[in-house]
């Protein structure tokens, strides 16, 4: 106490030069800290493009996109995804704002992404738990170990997609039915097909939700069926039901 007393500007000095140098490491010469993992320099990389040249490869090659730094020294054909575009696009905003590193936004998208998904969370339970149940559930993916691990500031890839599309279409889908406006189930039902169609052009595996969602209606009318029996043409409710799927599928 008497040592750390008598040195303590010497003491602070080098409390901030050890904690400047663990900075230093782990930022490029311009003081942006570095991605997390492989793959999100690879979406970096094609949102560079995007910004570029207007596509995610780095040249045109029989009119598609061409990547010559995959397969090297061949290159490779690559297709649009959703990611690089959203990060280019959030750039572009954040620049306005006098964000000059698309890093920058690449760093801080997954963030984003994940604490959206939060909020169809939130209404989801909020139907069938009330204020506390929701309140309880979003608290518990926001802080969720695995969504840690792969959401963070700086992983910058598709795993934030797997969490916030499947929640926002389900919502989406279960709004439409519990709404009375036509207007209003035109709406989420149309919102629910435009998120299931973005979500396949961000991540492979898209269909595994789709078919879900598909599943679950089948199992749905099934039950409307046993249900109404031979009523199952005048009742209204299997009319929504045939009503809203239609508009989801056209979507």
């Keep these: 106490s008497e040592f750390a007393n008598s040195h303590h500007e010497e003491i602070?000095?080098?409390?901030?030069?050890?904690?400047?140098?663990?900075?230093?490491y782990y930022q490029n010469e311009e003081g942006h800290t570095y991605l997390i993992a492989?793959?999100?320099?690879?979406?970096?990389?094609?949102?560079?493009?995007?910004?570029?040249?207007?596509?995610?490869?780095?040249?045109?090659?029989?009119?598609?996109?061409?990547?010559?730094?995959?397969?090297?020294?061949?290159?490779?054909?690559?297709?649009?995804?959703?990611?690089?575009?959203?990060i280019a696009f959030f750039y572009k905003i954040s620049s306005v704002f006098g964000n000059k590193s698309i890093m920058s936004s690449a760093f801080i998208l997954p963030l984003i992404l994940i604490c959206l998904a939060i909020i169809p969370c939130f209404f989801i339970t909020?139907?069938?738990?009330?204020?506390?149940?929701?309140?309880?559930?979003?608290?518990?993916?926001?802080?969720?170990?695995?969504?840690?691990?792969?959401?963070?500031?700086?992983?910058?890839?598709?795993?934030?997609?797997?969490?916030?599309?499947?929640?926002?279409?389900?919502?989406?889908?279960?709004?439409?039915?519990?709404t009375k406006k036509t207007k209003n189930k035109l709406i989420y039902s149309g919102l629910a097909g435009l998120c299931t169609g973005l979500y396949s052009i961000a991540w492979a595996g898209w269909w595994s939700s789709f078919?879900?969602?598909?599943?679950?209606?089948?199992?749905?009318?099934?039950?409307?069926?046993?249900?109404?029996?031979?009523?199952?043409?005048?009742k209204r409710l299997p009319k929504k039901f045939i009503h809203n799927s239609s508009i989801y599928l056209l979507s």
């Design 38 to 86: 492989i793959d999100p320099y690879f979406y970096l990389r094609q949102a560079e493009n995007i910004i570029e040249n207007g596509h995610v490869g780095d040249e045109i090659k029989e009119n598609r996109p061409f990547d010559n730094h995959m397969l090297a020294p061949n290159g490779k054909y690559v297709n649009p995804s959703l990611h690089p575009y959203l």
């Design 126 to 178: 909020k139907r069938f738990a009330g204020n506390v149940g929701a309140t309880f559930a979003s608290s518990i993916l926001a802080i969720h170990p695995s969504l840690l691990m792969r959401t963070p500031a700086g992983f910058s890839d598709t795993d934030a997609y797997n969490i916030l599309f499947p929640l926002t279409i389900l919502w989406l889908i279960l709004e439409s039915f519990r």
């Design 211 to 234: 078919d879900f969602i598909i599943a679950g209606l089948l199992v749905y009318f099934i039950v409307l069926l046993f249900r109404y029996k031979k009523e199952i043409y005048t």
């Design 12 to 24: 602070k000095n080098q409390k901030e030069s050890v904690t400047q140098t663990l900075k230093d």
